[in-house]
């Protein structure tokens, strides 16, 4: 099963990412967590450097960098789907969210990402936060915001592109969970589990279909 986590940054990805983490390892499940940018990489690190500079970067490179870093990882990503559970904070949906925010070509975006071999994910959990909170959220952390992160128009386009990836049901139909981010940490990750719960039982009764008709 793969679990996408999205929302711009500060919506509480990572906090709800690593608790789901929990949750399914509780509950015996063989669970592995990506969480991109991956600033470990090659091509993280590029990021990093773009994030924190000045410089005026093409929106067509970057949006290679960020796909190419989550790509870097398609076998693990395809091998942690097979053993269990993979959960992926940021996926290619966060990569067109930001990319066409900064004039890249949604179409084009789409296509790139799914002719990228990376799976299609069974759901993602997307988190609606306001940019004013995103915002708000960070500074609070008492973070040094990036280009990204200090950029309110840039987030509320984010916010847009997200919405129309959610319309079209991109990449594949039902997909998305919208969920209110601005509530408590412990309302949302009982929503997520609950939904998390119901995909889980419809792939784990679709196997057994599967299993009986052989
Ligand atoms: P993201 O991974 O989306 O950037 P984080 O999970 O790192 O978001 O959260 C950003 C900040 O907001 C952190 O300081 C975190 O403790 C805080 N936070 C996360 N979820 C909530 C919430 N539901 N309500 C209030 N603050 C939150």
């Not at 190419?68 to 053993?83: G, P, R, Y």
Request: some cysteine; overall charge positive.
């Amino acid at each position: 099963m793969i679990i996408c986590v999205e929302g711009v940054d500060g919506s509480g990805k990572s906090t709800q990412a690593e608790l789901l983490v929990k949750r399914l390892i509780s509950e015996g499940k063989n669970v592995q967590l990506f969480s991109y940018p991956d600033y470990e990489s090659d091509t993280g690190k590029k990021i990093k450097e773009y994030l924190h500079g000045t410089e005026p970067v093409e929106v067509k490179s970057l949006f290679k960098m960020y796909l190419n870093d989550i790509a870097k990882d398609v076998d693990k990503i395809k091998e942690a789907d097979k053993k269990g559970v993979a959960i992926l904070s940021r996926y290619y949906t966060s990569t067109i969210a930001y990319q066409c925010a900064q004039g890249y070509d949604y179409n084009e975006a789409k296509k790139k990402a799914l002719a990228s071999g990376l799976p299609i994910p069974d759901m993602v959990v997307y988190l609606g936060v306001t940019s004013q909170e995103s915002m708000y959220r960070k500074m609070k952390g008492g973070f040094v915001l990036d280009r990204h992160e200090r950029d309110v128009f840039l987030i509320e386009n984010v916010l847009k592109f997200y919405r129309k990836e959610m319309d079209d049901n991109f990449p594949g139909n039902k997909k998305w969970i919208a969920v209110n981010g601005s509530r408590s940490v412990e309302e949302i990750q009982k929503q997520i589990w609950e939904e998390v719960s119901k995909v889980a039982a419809k792939i784990e009764g679709k196997a057994a279909k599967r299993k009986l008709k052989v």
